[in-house]
């Protein structure tokens, strides 16, 4: 089962510490997603994802950080944080675990503009924590086969299976200017760009959205951060006894 950390006790702390020695740190962001999507939108995939994964590998869950790294997002919505900012919040949440003798920390980034404060996360940790201390950075679209976008078919989907009530699909539009390059030609890490490179915010379609995908893309996230997490060496007894029952359910071989 999964421990989410806002509703505990210290007594339920430290019961739940002679289980478990993994926590979860989502990250995500608020800023804009188009007409269609709450700002809220990484932050709600991000609280979402760590909530599933660590129900299956009995984990804390820490609140999820809903400041992020946005300020390619000028003039429209966003409210940021600096990179060193931003490190500095979740170095000393991972200081403040290890104090509370948490052993295993994933930090779930649902927001591409932190990959440039959480990259450096573990040298900036390094010194600060026990040795038998282990911290990893995952950014959750790297789990998936298809390719990422910004409030398009993607998000949208994701959301739509998460939180439908918060989503206006008769707001959806797609970007206003076309995008004819790679998306690596795009420089999308400049104050002010995304809305210059796309019109209006958006990077995708998000009329080909639907929950269906949203279910389809949320197991092949959660699926393939249980496999990463495995690999990783966390709870690998418990993952191994979660996935064995779960294909003696369905029957696999």
């Given at each position: 089962m999964s421990v989410p950390v806002f509703s505990m006790s210290e007594y339920d702390f430290k019961a739940a510490l002679k289980k478990t020695k993994l926590a979860i740190i989502p990250v995500g962001s608020l800023e804009q997603h188009g007409n269609h999507l709450p700002v809220s939108t990484d932050s709600l995939i991000a609280e979402y994802i760590a909530r599933t994964v660590a129900e299956k590998v009995n984990a804390f869950v820490l609140p999820v950080i809903s400041y992020g790294v946005s300020f390619e997002h000028k003039p429209m919505f966003n409210v940021s944080l600096r990179n060193s900012t931003l490190s500095t919040m979740i170095c000393?949440?991972?200081?403040?675990?290890?104090?509370?003798?948490?052993?295993?920390?994933?930090?779930?980034?649902?927001?591409?503009?932190?990959?440039?404060?959480l990259q450096y996360v573990a040298q900036e940790l390094h010194g600060r924590l026990p040795k038998d201390v282990r911290v990893h950075t995952i950014h959750y679209w790297h789990l998936m086969n298809s390719e990422?976008?910004?409030?398009?078919?993607?998000?949208?989907s994701l959301v739509l299976a998460i939180a439908p009530?918060?989503?206006r699909m008769d707001r959806a539009m797609p970007n206003s200017k076309k995008l004819s390059k790679l998306k690596a030609a795009y420089n999308t890490n400049v104050p002010g760009s995304f809305p210059k490179i796309t019109g209006n915010g958006v990077w995708g379609d998000p009329r080909k959205?639907?929950?269906?995908?949203?279910?389809?893309w949320i197991k092949e996230i959660t699926t393939g951060l249980l496999k990463t997490i495995s690999e990783l060496d966390l709870n690998k007894i418990l993952i191994y006894a979660y996935i064995a029952l779960t294909c003696r359910y369905n029957k696999c071989r």
């Open positions: 000393d949440a991972c200081v403040s675990l290890s104090e509370n003798r948490v052993k295993e920390i994933i930090i779930l980034n649902c927001h591409h503009g932190n990959m440039g404060a990422f976008d910004h409030a398009g078919e993607v998000e949208t009530e918060l989503v959205a639907t929950v269906a995908k949203g279910e389809k």
